[in-house]
C-alpha cells in the first residue's frame, strides 16, 4: 500500500512539474476569432442575454484532462465576450446529470455550467450550447475542430435555461502562443446583471487565480 501511495504521489509530482507555465486542467485546446450572434431571450434581466446584437469574441474548445485524438474527454466550451468568460463544459442530457460533467467523444455534445448565474432581474439561470444543425459538424477531435472552422460554417447554439438565444461562429484559428497565453476566469471576469452563483464558485475562483499564478499569466 505504501509503495502504491508513492507511486501515486510521485505521478501527481511529476504531472504538476509538467503543467508549468501551462494548463494543469484543460490543456489541450484551440483557439479561435469568433462572432457571437445574440437575438436575445426576454425577462433575464441580463443585458447580453437579453439584447439582440452581434459581438466579436474569442473561443476556445478544449480536453479537460488531454486525451489524445478522439478518445472521450470531459470537454470543455470558452467564450470571451467584452470582459465576460463564459465557461461550460460536456455534461450529462437528463434531468439529474444536465448540470455534472461527463465525458464526451463529439465536439457538437451538449455543454453547460456546472451551477447557475445571477442575473440583474434576480433570476437564476443555467447556461447551455449544442450542435447547430445548420452548421458544419465539428467532428471528434480538436484537428476536426479546426478543419470545421477553417469552412467558416462552424458554429455551436447557445441557451439560456431552455430558449435558445444566441449562436456563437468559429473564425481564424489563433497562434498557439495566443492560446497558451490565454486566461479565463469566469468569476472575476463577469458582470452585475450576469455573475455566477453558489459556492463552488467561490472555490472555482480561488482554483483560476491559482493556476494562473501557476502557469505566469495574467
Sequence with gaps: MTVIMSGAALALGVRLARSRHRRSLHPDGRSFTGELEIWGVSGTGSELLGRPAVH?????????????RSRPDVLGLAVRVGETDLLLSTTGKSRLTRHVP????????????ITGYRTGAGHKVYLAAGADPDAVPLGDSLESVAAAAA?????LLLFAGPHAFGRVRFGAALPAATDAALAFD?????TADLHPTGAVHGVRAYAYRASHRWRGVR
Aim: hydrophobic content about 30%; proline content about 9%; aromatic content about 6%.
Design 56 to 68: 466579436p469574441v474569442t473561443v476556445r474548445i478544449s480536453k479537460g484532462a488531454g486525451t489524445r
Design 102 to 113: 461527463m465525458p464526451r467523444r463529439a465536439f457538437d455534445s451538449r455543454y453547460g455550467t
Design 151 to 155: 469552412t467558416g460554417r462552424a458554429a
Design 186 to 190: 469566469p468569476v472575476r471576469n463577469s
